[in-house]
């Protein structure tokens, strides 16, 4: 079986990414939190300010809550590996059913992209903000990666390197489309 299966919705680079490296992506944080670099580390990365990383952190409260934002990494990888698959393997002959639920999901992932761009940039010092140089991976994941992957869901939506099924396509189209998978 080939890395990338027949997946009308969600063709070639667009499948490699949101199948495979995205989820990858939220998962690694997530066990990077819990276990090793751990807590300690994820904390002082979110920031970056050339100091040297504690060997823990004094607050129960801030261990739980990197732990609980490991959590949610871990839920947005889950999903897009277990949900996007669902989608593929029970809907194979329905590219209509597929791109509809894929494109509820990518605009949740969207809205969440928007979000965490703007939160990541607002919480930098202002002497960051513009010093891309001076950023860390973890600032660079959070901001720069996650540009890319909203480009990417945009992109998608547009039809940028695949064929539209259900989203640009006209409202008579679409019912033309799903009714005929429904009859044959």
Request: proline share 7%; aromatic share 14%.
């Amino acid at each position: 079986m080939s890395l990338i299966s027949e997946f009308p919705a969600l063709p070639g680079f667009y499948q490699l990414l949101f199948l495979h490296i995205e989820p990858i992506s939220t998962v690694m944080p997530a066990v990077m939190a819990w276990s090793f670099p751990g807590a300690a580390w994820f904390h002082h990365e979110l920031i970056p300010d050339g100091t040297p990383v504690p060997a823990s952190l004094t607050d129960p409260r801030t261990t739980m809550a990197i732990w609980q934002l490991g959590n949610c990494y871990l839920l947005l990888g889950l999903i897009s590996t277990f949900v996007f698959r669902a989608v593929r393997d029970a809907l194979q002959d329905n590219p209509v059913a597929q791109e509809r639920i894929l494109g509820a999901s990518f605009t949740a992932l969207a809205l969440a992209d928007v979000t965490h761009i703007l939160w990541s940039f607002i919480g930098l010092p202002h002497e960051l903000k513009y010093d891309f140089a001076r950023w860390n991976p973890m600032t660079h994941g959070n901001i720069t990666f996650v540009v890319f992957l909203l480009s990417m869901r945009l992109a998608w939506f547009t039809g940028i390197g695949r064929k539209r099924y259900y989203y640009g396509q006209p409202q008579s189209q679409r019912a033309v489309s799903a009714n005929a998978k429904k009859t044959s």
